[in-house]
T-cell receptor, first 112, second 116 residues
Framework: LAKTTQPISMDSYEGQEVNITCSHN???????ITWYQQFPSQGPRFIIQ???TKVTNEVASLFIPADRKSSTLSLPRVSLSDTAVYYCLVGTLYNQGGKLIFGQGTELSVKP | GAVVSQHPSRVICKSGTSVKIECRSL??????MFWYRQFPKQSLMLMAT?????????EQGVEKDKFLINHASLTLSTLTVTSAHPEDSSFYIC????????????FGPGTRLTVL
């Protein structure tokens, strides 16, 4: 499974756009990129998933360059409630039963 | 999205006792369930993969005789921590994955285990 590298922590202010970049140099052809959000003492929550180019949903956008060796999660106009740990995961859809390996994650702190 | 529940949400037990944690997929059938452990300020660590009707596959370094996993139905998997010790105190999280395309996993709310 491809290893991921993210910044350990980031600070932001309410209303700003936050971009968290994840490196996955060894991503395989069949791998998808998935981002999860976790609040303290809660299970992770799915945010977004993509394979290439750009994916957007109601909460975030995911930008993936052509070489797929990195990806950027973009959170528009963050609020205090977006303070959480964000995990970037890379895994295959079918091999290894969809096993996901969590890296260290990025602890985002949103300040008023 | 799909809902996964865990019971209990919090448990305190004495050293040497066994604790069972249940993970249920409430509105879908989960062909595969996963169990994770998370220590404070650390990431989730995958413990095992559980497929309905078959033996669980444990990650390297996880004792299968200590962490018993049963996946008897498509909506229920249980993790039993046998002869728990203080070092087993942790946050245990399960996730469930439906069959078919896509590897989106739906996570439970977690169970906080404290062993005295």
């Amino acid at each position: 499974l491809a290893k991921t590298t993210q910044p350990i922590s980031m600070d932001s202010y309410e209303g700003q756009e936050v971009n968290i970049t994840c490196s996955h140099n060894n991503i395989a052809t069949n791998d998808y990129i998935t981002w999860y959000q976790q609040f303290p003492s809660q299970g992770p929550r799915f945010i977004i998933q993509g394979y290439k180019t750009k994916v957007t949903n109601e909460v975030a956008s995911l930008f993936i360059p052509a070489d797929r060796k990195s990806s950027t999660l973009s959170l528009p106009r963050v609020s205090l409630s977006d303070t959480a740990v964000y995990y970037c995961l890379v895994g295959t859809l079918y091999n290894q039963g969809g096993k996901l390996i969590f890296g260290q994650g990025t602890e985002l702190s949103v300040k008023p | 999205g799909a809902v996964v529940s865990q019971h209990p949400s919090r448990v305190i037990c004495k050293s040497g006792t066994s604790v069972k944690i249940e993970c249920r997929s409430l509105d879908f059938q989960a062909t595969t369930m996963f169990w994770y452990r998370q220590f404070p300020k650390q990431s989730l660590m995958l413990m095992a993969t559980s497929n309905e009707g078959s033996k669980a596959t444990y990650e390297q370094g996880v004792e299968k005789d200590k962490f018993l996993i049963n996946h008897a139905s498509l909506t229920l998997s249980t993790l039993t921590v046998t002869s728990a010790h203080p070092e087993d105190s942790s946050f245990y999280i399960c996730s469930a994955k439906a069959g078919g395309q896509g590897n989106e996993q739906f996570f439970g709310p977690g169970t906080r285990l404290t062993v005295l």
